[in-house]
């Protein structure tokens, strides 16, 4: 595997289940990302990690829970979603946070498609 | 907070030129990003300006105005292919990023 993998890739689900987004990343960069996309807006920045610690949370609802239990690995747990919570979500990695230049490149994975019933 | 303006679409034939532009206010400023995304798949990694100038990779262009923030990518000798949305990100320690430009090429 190169790059960013997310899985799965598609996911439907029903606001009462609770369901986990996974993605690893194969480039040995310190941060990770989760973004939210939605038709017409722009990319949703949700949560950013430094080495394993949270260094950003914006303002995203509790339904949404994310874990890194190592710089390679980010997980989004999802529970009781909304249908307006139907959207891309893409992880991304990058060398590092809070410098300039292309330090903090993003590179993205595919993303999980998801949709809430 | 960020505000990153783009137009929402572009249409051009096949051959010809587009530029999209791209206008940013933001408080602080680390570069400027353009990705490219086609539909269902992951944005790539297209050019990046740190510096007033242009840059140019083959077919693509990128122009960075820092005192008008001002961007803009230009797509020249446009192919099919090329069809797809183009993302404008200001780095201020973390990527902001506009809602996209739909480029559609026919034939």
């Known amino acids: 595997e190169t790059g960013v993998t997310q899985t799965p890739r598609h996911l439907v689900m029903g606001m009462t289940n609770k369901k986990s987004l996974k993605c690893e990343q194969h480039?040995?960069?310190?941060?990770m990302y989760w973004y939210k996309q939605s038709a017409k807006k722009p990319l949703e920045l949700m949560f950013v990690?430094?080495?394993?610690?949270?260094?950003e949370n914006n303002s995203v609802p509790s339904r949404f829970s994310p874990e890194c239990p190592n710089s390679s690995h980010l997980f989004l747990h999802l529970h009781t979603l909304q249908p307006e919570d139907s959207a891309l979500y893409l992880c991304?990695?990058?060398?590092?946070?809070?410098?300039?230049?292309?330090?903090?490149?993003?590179?993205f994975g595919p993303g999980t498609r998801l949709t809430v019933l | 907070g960020q505000n990153i303006d783009q137009p929402t679409e572009m249409t051009a034939t096949e051959g010809a030129i587009v530029q999209i532009n791209c206008t940013y206010q933001?408080?602080?400023?680390?570069?400027l990003f353009w990705y490219q995304q086609h539909a269902g798949e992951a944005p790539t990694f297209l050019s990046y300006?740190?510096?007033?100038g242009l840059e140019e990779k083959g077919r693509f262009s990128s122009f960075l105005s820092r005192s008008k923030g001002y961007s803009y990518l230009l797509l020249k000798e446009l192919q099919m292919k090329d069809s797809a949305s183009y993302l404008c990100?200001?780095?201020?320690?973390?990527?902001?990023f506009g809602a996209g430009t739909t480029v559609t090429v026919r034939a």
């Open positions: 991304a990695s990058s060398q590092g946070v809070l410098a300039g230049g292309r330090y903090n490149e993003q590179f």
């Open positions: 480039l040995g960069h310190n941060a």
């Open positions: 990690y430094s080495l394993e610690e949270r260094v």
């Open positions: 933001t408080s602080g400023f680390n570069g």
């Open positions: 300006n740190v510096l007033d």
């Open positions: 990100a200001v780095n201020d320690y973390k990527l902001s």
